[in-house]
């Protein structure tokens, strides 16, 4: 995956995934699906998108997915993040629900979450790809193991960052973080059939402002500015 697109903080220390057997099987695995005539989503250019996005030295919150959308035009790279013009998710009709309750912001008209990426909130699925309509299906081919490396090496820097692990799925996988350092923040899922079991009122927007600005950093805009919709 010598051609990938990705900020040059990441790419060096994740070397070792990247020349790794397993990250061959992978690549091998996805070539095999589109010569079998199978669409994956996102495009190839945006695999690594969420690390191109948010260098590894700017990265102050870590807000953790599970798979891409794997409906046409949805995922672009960005967990929970769809391209402008495309219809929000369930899903995120509820964090902005509960970013108005937290902070006041009313809910933007688009679900394009750019805007966060470019502040330093890493918007990571734990598996980067899947097939057209096949929710899950590229689980257990390798990328959980590549974006495990990802979030250890957030938890290793020094600087302190807040993790925002929304469900159990996301809450297992960055099980291994450091608390001493970094503030890990759980809720449920804001799928329509979790919210309301706690994630609704958990505030965590307001908790990871207030964490980064105790720690001498900067805190997040949670607003999100109107985006253009491209003609393509």
């Known amino acids: 995956m010598a051609d ?23 690549k091998r695995f996805l070539v095999a699906e589109k010569a079998a005539g199978k669409r994956i989503f996102p495009p190839g250019g945006e695999w690594f998108h969420a690390l191109d996005a948010t260098p590894l030295d700017k990265v102050r919150v870590v807000i953790l997915g599970q798979d ?51 502040q330093g909130v890493l918007l990571l699925n734990a598996v980067l790809t899947v097939e057209a309509h096949q929710a899950a299906s590229h689980r257990g081919r390798g990328w959980e193991r590549f974006t ?61 402002n207030r964490f980064l600005e105790q720690q001498g950093l900067t805190p997040i805009d949670w607003r999100l500015p109107p985006v253009q919709v491209s003609g393509d």
């Open 148 to 208: 495990d490396a990802v979030i250890r090496l957030v938890d290793a820097r020094e600087t302190p960052a807040v993790f925002i692990l929304w469900g159990s799925y996301a809450q297992k996988k960055a099980a291994f973080v450091d608390r001493s350092r970094h503030l890990v923040l759980k809720a449920p899922h804001p799928s329509p059939l979790s919210a309301h079991n706690g994630f609704f009122g958990s505030r965590p927007f307001s908790q990871a």
């Open 4 to 26: 990938i697109k990705l900020d040059e903080s990441w790419r060096e220390p994740l070397r070792d995934e990247f020349e790794s057997g397993y990250m061959a099987d992978l």
């Open 68 to 118: 891409p959308y794997h409906g046409p035009g949805q995922a672009h790279g960005l967990c929970f993040s769809v391209r402008p013009g495309v219809r929000i998710p369930p899903s995120l009709v509820n964090i902005y629900k509960e970013l108005q309750d937290d902070l006041g912001i009313a809910p933007p008209d688009h679900g394009n979450l750019e805007h966060w990426a470019g």
